[in-house]
């Protein structure tokens, strides 16, 4: 994968991010705070169904794409047994409106059939959207693969305008249906652009031998899948189960402006795995691994500081009831910067394949901040789910690195643990206790000073090759 490439599969992650900065403050004005909670969950609901559904098949297309002949009849195989279960499910449920609205009561605190209906098509297409996107990913047509991360964030973006426009109610279904509508355009994109993959494959003969191989390889990684999810979304849930809406709203929103800092993940992750497994593969520039350990933990550490000194900012372009974002930012943080931090000091697991430990340690933080979740919430509302999520992936970030030092070598940790540790206390001290702006930029500042000690030596490294650069 060259350059260009990267480039490519980077615009979607960045555009995506961009456009969701635009859109959420809209929402935040324009629908009720319910309203807002609701669509995480819809969110929520659209992830956890296509992860389970698609019966680890999306994972195992991928790892079999090069290693088929004739790839329409492995998109066949990938995409229909978990179609065809997610149609089963959606007719049981048709039978009787009572199911449809009890799904509806139960997820959006909504007795709403339409909305109910809505969110099964919704489903429909996501899934497929899922399998299309992936052809474009294995063909390495990064541009058309950005573009269908692009697509409904920049479609949800118009219809929520001509929904001001036109004064349309301000309704939960009216949501929905802008979220329906951006993911069936999306859909046709993807039709389009995939057309000759899956109308071959229609014709094609699944290879029942190949099948059978790809579900013993990805049915385990459904559960694999789902420990991430539930460590990822059960925040949320539990928002949803032991506060209201409204805290939840609050908390997604927090989580939308954090989001941005999944660009970095989605970024680094596609740049490093092939770099770092060609390095251990040869058996050359392992000393590089330190070197990338150390600057990506400067990187995170000043991502955190300036992210506390700058939060307060959100408050300018919010409504005043999600005064509360501006809090529990940082900790909302934690899950996008210690994954990409840990992708680097657990490579030992992917280079010994032993991937069990890192089920394992999604588990064992998966625990913590179900426990989390228990404790706080019902005292502390989203702040609690903050400083619960944000306490679960420093344990998964501790977790994967002690047992990739297990399978591997050992590296030195001392200031890999402790800086993260005391950003992330300090995070959710300041998720839970709310202090003044002031306040709470001065300790940001006394902890950026602190940091910039601990790295002095990386920053001189840093500066001087900056003002080589400029010389040149």
Known sequence: MNNKIIFQFAIGPVGAAFFSLITLPILTWLFSQEDIGRLAMLQVTISFSILLFSLGLDQAYVREYHEVSYAPSLLKAALLPGWILLLIVIIVLSFSAFNFALLSEWIFDSNSVGVAWVLMLSLLIAFLSRFLSLVLRMQERGLAYSMSQLLPKVTLLGLILVYIIFAVDATFLNLILANFLSLSITLLMLLWNTREEWINSITATIDKLKLREMLTYGFPLIWSGIAFWGLATIDRVGLKTWSTLKELAVYSVAISFAGVALILQNIFSTIWAPVVYKWAATGENLEKIDKVRDNMLLVVSAIFILSGLF???????????????????VATLVHPLLYTLSEVTTVGIGITKKSVYALIATIGALLVNVVGNYLLIPIYGAAGAAVSSASAFYVFFVL?????????????????????????????????????????????????????????????????????????
């Open 400 to 472: 994967r690195t002690e047992f990739s030092i297990k399978v591997w070598k050992p590296i030195p940790r001392v200031k890999l643990y402790s800086v993260p540790l005391t950003l992330v206390m300090l995070a959710a001290y300041n998720a839970v206790a709310q202090l003044d702006v002031n306040i709470s930029i001065l300790i940001w500042i006394v902890a950026g000073v602190a940091v910039m000690g601990v790295f002095t030596n990386q920053i001189k490294t840093v500066v001087s090759l900056l003002i080589r650069k400029t010389d040149e």
């Open 311 to 329: 939060s307060w900012i959100v408050t300018y372009i919010l409504p005043p009831q999600y005064k509360a974002v501006q809090y529990l930012l």
